[in-house]
T-cell receptor, first 117, second 113 residues
């Protein structure tokens, strides 16, 4: 079974440029998450989707970040314009059921490492 | 917001030694999890704990969910080089209608052959 696929693995851009990350979750997983992981820190949630609906985007900096999951499968995360502080690893994860069932098992992709110069 | 405190921040041990790390919170959580992250990879779930006082093992790993529901520890017995990585505790935050995972800052484990 294929895992969570993310691209690109690495991206280097200059500040004020746009950037986009793509994620394809595990087949059949209805819940998709985008996390940001700064160096030396744990992952922090940006947005969670249940199917195509964004059910929690409270931590997403909406002035420059946007995300979509149009058909309830793959998703894109965009930053426009990027700032120096956006340098981080952007992790996508999926799970079979996002309900508060106590399972908590998220399957993560390898991440997209962004460097903003 | 909620914060998880993991200790130690890093550990350097000899192969074969046992390892112990813990995670505390000022708030009560009903689900505690331990993830491991290898370099260049995403975190992978090791153990999930759903009941206060629960002690769960997964091979050489043992984790306990504190009776106060504010802490958890993870033990690794007889460490081997492939145990190297960053270990994160996480809790399920049931704010709103669904759950989100909140991660600690991690414990970085280095194993000397």
């Amino acid at each position: 079974e294929a895992g969570v696929v993310q691209s690109p693995r690495y991206k280097i851009i200059e500040k004020k440029q746009p950037v986009a990350f793509w994620c394809n979750p595990i087949s059949g997983h209805n819940t998709l998450y985008w996390y940001r992981q700064n160096l030396g820190q744990g992952p922090e949630l940006l947005i969670r989707y249940e199917n195509e609906e964004a059910v929690d985007d409270s931590q997403l900096p909406k002035d420059r970040f946007s995300a979509e999951r149009l058909k309830g499968v793959d998703s894109t995360l965009k930053i426009q314009p990027a700032e120096l502080g956006d340098s981080a690893v952007y992790l996508c994860a999926s799970s079979l059921n996002g309900r508060a069932s106590g399972i908590g098992e998220l399957f993560f992709g390898e991440g997209s490492r962004l460097t903003v110069l | 917001g909620q914060q998880l405190n993991q200790s130690p921040q890093s550990m350097f041990i000899q192969e074969g030694e046992d390892v112990s790390m813990n995670c505390t919170s000022s708030s009560i959580f009903n689900t505690w999890l331990w993830y491991k992250q290898d370099p260049g990879e995403g975190p992978v779930l090791l153990i999930a704990l759903y009941k206060a006082g629960e002690l769960t093992s997964n091979g050489r790993l043992t984790a306990q969910f504190g009776i106060t529901r504010k802490d958890s520890f993870l033990n690794i017995s007889a460490s081997i080089p492939s145990d190297v990585g960053i270990y994160f505790c996480a809790v399920m935050n049931y704010g709103g209608s669904q759950g989100n995972l909140i991660f600690g800052k991690g414990t970085k484990l280095s194993v000397k052959p």
